[in-house]
């Protein structure tokens, strides 16, 4: 089992390139075992960041624009996290403007 370099995931099957984001795998790219345990452990923080970014948007698109190039997965999670958040905080702004109106 390899891990790609460029998204994180994990590709179970003999490819010449992640079936994720069709970077080519080369030799150098492969992981040994002790890389693997820590992208699981990284998985977990990442999630956490995701759903603290919900609720703090800009703590997620700090930490996105600080660690893009190094921890590609989990700055992309709070990312998400961000815009998740900033999605709701306006939809919640509308809502109550339009309440306002009526």
């Given at each position: ?7 994180g995931?994990?590709i179970?099957?003999v ?6 984001c069709?970077?080519p795998?080369?030799v150098?790219?492969i992981?040994n075992?002790?890389?693997?345990k ?5 998985d977990?923080?990442s999630?956490?960041l ?12 700090v930490?996105?624009?600080l660690?893009r190039?190094e921890l590609?997965?989990k700055?992309?999670?709070?990312l998400?996290g961000?815009l998740i ?18």
């Open positions: 089992m390899t891990i790609c370099v460029n998204c995931r994990k179970d099957v490819s010449r390139e992640c079936p994720y069709h970077t795998i080369t150098g790219n992981t075992f002790k890389n693997i820590s992208q699981e452990h990284d977990d923080n999630k956490l995701m759903i603290l970014s919900v609720f703090i948007p800009v703590l997620g698109i930490y996105y624009l660690y190039n590609t997965t700055s992309k999670n709070a998400g961000a958040g900033i999605t709701l905080i306006l939809a919640v702004i509308i809502i109550l403007f339009l309440l306002k109106l009526f």
